[in-house]
């Protein structure tokens, strides 16, 4: 397994002044209420995404800043909600006033290589401040920018594109879509491929809403513990998992029969490890929310093709911590499996109605992980001319200011798998010692492994 980056990497980065990109022509002046989905609580909050291009000898003389700066006022056209701000109406209902504000863009400079940022590239990024940065005044939920830019070329020819999303407005699947048409037309479309579709109502609450499934990822909770709670001194790490580490695991669970995919058996292996880190109590409970999208998964397809808003649900399993450290792995897979088999049409509808009767509340902090599987995400198809991204994901692990949430990642040669955690800091030693000890990495000698020098 290749050694992550230095921690101690530093490079200055020369950023020309932000600009506010309109949609290149007219667009409707209106005001479009989110769904019911979108403006739940938990989705309040702004994430950070970056994609990191080699140099291609076909693109030479063409700048990555210019080309998707023009392509981006363009894709505006078709997607003009994007440019609009946030407004807050009764009962809290999100809505976008599509007023053409236009998106936050910047033009950016770096004396530093892709190869300076390891191999393979993952995140947490040194000096990402200086990568994305956060203009004054546009880091709000309301009356805020819902996206903003950061092109930023490196000195091998090189690039990186960073932004910022408004989770409210975009899933994963939905961010794509937009970055799909963004790509196609920097590469000379007219139009995207796939015509953007709203139709928001169709993910609101029923009238009258009625709670029809048992939703444990919205239980409130009391924050009792000091050992879960969020403090400014939270460590960030990534994992790569690599072809013998993925053999390893697998093989842990072939005991265990039925079909089980790698995200699923990855994910029981490390929540059982994350949960034995946080040193609870054995009562204490804990839960793993699986983010599950329903998109081509129902009969008939419960959104149109085209749709760019949140298709998502993240039911959550529940046990406690000395049940799921006591178990073997085959506990923790059960528990894996029942949380992504409650993601249905019906259980959709169902958090749509919970949020107009309790007020959008937000998914439960405490001693929660929640999830997300982004390996066939499409993020690291996304194709300005340069090729594919050596790397495209989130740049934290964090979900607003809820630190417990891993993103799992495909790397660019498609050997592995990166994992993003974030944990205390004694916490984070002690999963990635866990760790070690599952796959058999320990040392003999007493030298630490890859994976736990990784967190030191």
Not at 247 to 259: P, T
Not at 413 to 436: N, Q, S, T
Request: net charge neutral.
């Amino acid at each position: 397994m290749a050694q992550p980056y230095t921690s101690d990497l530093v490079f200055t980065v020369r950023r020309r002044r932000p600009e506010l990109i309109p949609p290149a022509k007219p667009t409707p002046h209106e005001v479009k209420p989110l769904s019911d989905i979108d403006d739940q609580d938990g989705l309040r909050c702004r994430l950070p995404l970056l994609h990191f291009y080699p140099y291609h000898p076909s693109m030479q003389g063409n700048d990555p800043a210019q080309l998707i700066k023009s392509a981006l006022a363009q894709a505006l056209v078709f997607y003009y909600p994007l440019a609009g701000r946030l407004r807050e109406g009764p009962g809290r209902k999100l809505m976008v006033d599509c007023s053409e504000q236009g998106v936050p863009f910047i033009e950016a400079d770096a004396d530093v290589t892709l190869h300076q940022f390891g191999d393979p590239i993952k995140p947490p990024f040194p000096c990402f401040e200086e990568l994305l940065y956060t203009v004054p005044g546009t880091d709000g939920i309301i009356n805020c920018p819902l996206l903003a830019f950061q092109v930023t070329r490196l000195k091998c020819g090189g690039f990186i594109l960073a932004y910022f999303l408004n989770h409210t407005m975009c899933d994963c699947p939905g961010i794509v879509q937009f970055l799909g048409a963004l790509a196609e037309i920097a590469r000379g479309a007219n139009e995207p491929s796939v015509a953007p579709v709203w139709r928001r109502e169709l993910l609101n609450a029923r009238d009258p809403p009625r709670i029809t499934c048992t939703h444990n990822e919205y239980v409130e909770v009391p924050d009792d513990d000091i050992k879960t709670k969020v403090t400014e001194a939270m460590s960030q790490d990534s994992f790569f998992f690599g072809p013998d580490e993925l053999k390893v695991i697998r093989r842990l669970f072939s005991q265990y029969h039925g079909q089980h995919t790698t995200f699923e058996m990855l994910t029981a292996f490390l929540w059982r490890c994350r949960t034995i880190s946080l040193e609870l109590e054995p009562h204490q409970e804990v839960r793993l929310m699986l983010i599950s999208n329903l998109r081509g998964k129902t009969d008939p397809p419960l959104l149109p093709r085209g749709y760019y808003g949140n298709g998502f649900v993240y039911p959550a399993s529940v046990t406690t911590a000395g049940e799921l450290s006591g178990n073997p792995l085959g506990y923790a897979l059960k528990l894996v499996k029942e949380a992504k088999g409650e993601a249905t049409a019906e259980y959709m509808q169902s958090v749509a109605d919970l949020m107009v009767i309790r007020g959008r509340p937000c998914f439960t902090p405490v001693r929660s992980w929640l999830v997300s599987n982004l390996i066939r995400s499409g993020l690291g198809d996304i194709d300005f001319g340069w090729g594919k991204a050596m790397y495209a994901g989130p740049a934290m692990a964090r979900l607003g200011s809820f630190p417990g949430i891993s993103w799992a990642c495909g790397s660019a040669k498609g050997d592995g798998v990166v994992v993003l955690i974030c944990l205390p800091p004694k916490a984070m030693k002690i999963f990635a010692r866990e760790i070690d000890n599952l796959l058999g990495n320990h040392n003999k000698t007493g030298q630490y492994s890859k994976f736990f020098t990784s967190c030191l």
